[in-house]
């Protein structure tokens, strides 16, 4: 059975963000849709063994902030490669805590949408939280990142624990964030030019999108 | 509390389809979304006045038709703007059955999911169906007919039973479809000049989304 219509579907791209006790927390999420309109509700898909689960069940609230087109790839490595356990989410990040306490980004984004979470459908491996808006701002009128550009103009890539993330037959895999090393491509980033074979990087040569060393490539 | 936040979530557009009896019935849908990758299942949120939801229901599969970027609009008309009690939605539609019999379009299309129901989640007015991924093809290589493209290129209209609705305070608004005649733009489709008043357009005059006459304007 062949998957590929799932590649299909439009979506844009997210941070859903929480706070606990003391504690911001946020990961980027491209699965968030508005599910009524009276009373506004939105729900998001959120994979059960993220950090942001654990602090959406606890705190029962969340915001999900709206990236802008021109958001840079490092604010979405911090929030989409990284886990809120060994990373500090938002130290660094210009951010806003709203009614619920649940922060939302400010550099990047176009607007946020706040939220209490009202009800919880358990899908597997993720949850989808059905949640009532509190807040919604519009920041600017930029345009805003959508999935489709995040992968072909961005080259962005998809972490194991998003729903739409499916297993790559290539080789020169990160396995932290699923970026592919392209031999013909190089990398533009690390000035390394087109043509240049996996085995022939420095060691010293880092993933582009999340940072990991040679050693996380299959 | 603003709730313009909403609206700038991204979507796709979509013909959300089944089979109850020997009918066909389908409507358009924004709001899909692939919930886990593994298994592979997706998610659609159907207003409970639809026919569709009580299809849904009934047959416990349901298809995506991906609509295209260059989708006409009588199609989405069609199948937005009208309910499948007054119309036969796939008379004269180009359409295959699935494997679980729900149809999928074929002329307008850039690929399709098929799925089984396994669960549904009360939310109010709508009813989110989660649904095991059977049968998912891509035709072709089209871009996709996103939203926000629907909005602002083919200035299209949301219905009332949408989950992303809101009320409209502008004069000279489709009852049916929500459509706004703006007086300062005219309508191009019937050749009326930028300009005309409502009052001044002929008796003959219909609404260029729905088909809907004078009347049924506010």
């Given at each position: 059975?062949?998957?590929?219509?799932?590649h299909?579907?439009s979506?844009?791209?997210?941070?859903?963000?929480?706070?606990?006790?003391?504690?911001?927390?946020?990961?980027?999420?491209?699965?968030?849709?508005?599910?009524?309109?009276?009373?506004?509700?939105?729900?998001?898909?959120?994979?059960?063994?993220n950090?942001?689960?654990?602090?959406?069940?606890?705190?029962?609230?969340?915001?999900?902030?709206?990236?802008?087109?021109?958001?840079p790839?490092?604010?979405i490595?911090?929030?989409?490669?990284?886990?809120?356990r060994?990373?500090?989410?938002?130290?660094?990040?210009?951010?806003?805590a709203?009614?619920?306490?649940?922060?939302?980004?400010?550099?990047?984004?176009?607007?946020?949408?706040?939220?209490?979470?009202i009800?919880?459908?358990?899908?597997?491996?993720?949850?989808?939280?059905?949640?009532?808006?509190?807040?919604?701002?519009?920041?600017?009128?930029?345009?805003?990142?959508?999935?489709?550009?995040?992968?072909?103009?961005?080259?962005?890539?998809?972490?194991?624990?998003?729903?739409?993330?499916?297993?790559?037959?290539?080789?020169?895999?990160?396995?932290?964030?699923?970026?592919?090393?392209?031999?013909?491509?190089?990398?533009?980033?690390?000035?390394?030019?087109?043509?240049?074979?996996?085995?022939?990087l420095?060691?010293?040569?880092?993933?582009?999108?999340?940072?990991?060393?040679k050693?996380?490539?299959?």
């Amino acid at each position: 059975m062949s998957l590929n219509g799932l590649h299909k579907l439009s979506y844009g791209l997210y941070i859903i963000s929480s706070k606990m006790g003391d504690i911001y927390n946020g990961q980027i999420a491209n699965a968030s849709i508005q599910v009524t309109s009276d009373p506004a509700t939105i729900a998001v898909c959120i994979n059960k063994k993220n950090y942001t689960h654990e602090f959406i069940k606890d705190s029962r609230a969340f915001t999900v902030s709206i990236l802008a087109q021109d958001t840079p790839m490092d604010l979405i490595a911090k929030f989409g490669f990284n886990s809120g356990r060994d990373v500090a989410k938002f130290d660094g990040i210009e951010f806003k805590a709203g009614k619920t306490g649940a922060p939302t980004e400010l550099a990047h984004c176009v607007g946020h949408i706040e939220a209490d979470v009202i009800s919880s459908t358990d899908v597997g491996t993720h949850t989808i939280f059905i949640a009532k808006v509190v807040d919604s701002v519009v920041y600017n009128k930029k345009e805003v990142l959508t999935y489709d550009y995040y992968h072909k103009v961005k080259k962005g890539a998809t972490p194991k624990t998003a729903p739409s993330y499916i297993p790559s037959s290539a080789n020169h895999v990160c396995k932290i964030c699923n970026y592919e090393y392209n031999e013909k491509v190089g990398d533009e980033k690390a000035a390394v030019p087109s043509g240049t074979l996996f085995e022939d990087l420095p060691n010293t040569w880092v993933c582009p999108v999340c940072g990991a060393d040679k050693s996380n490539f299959s």
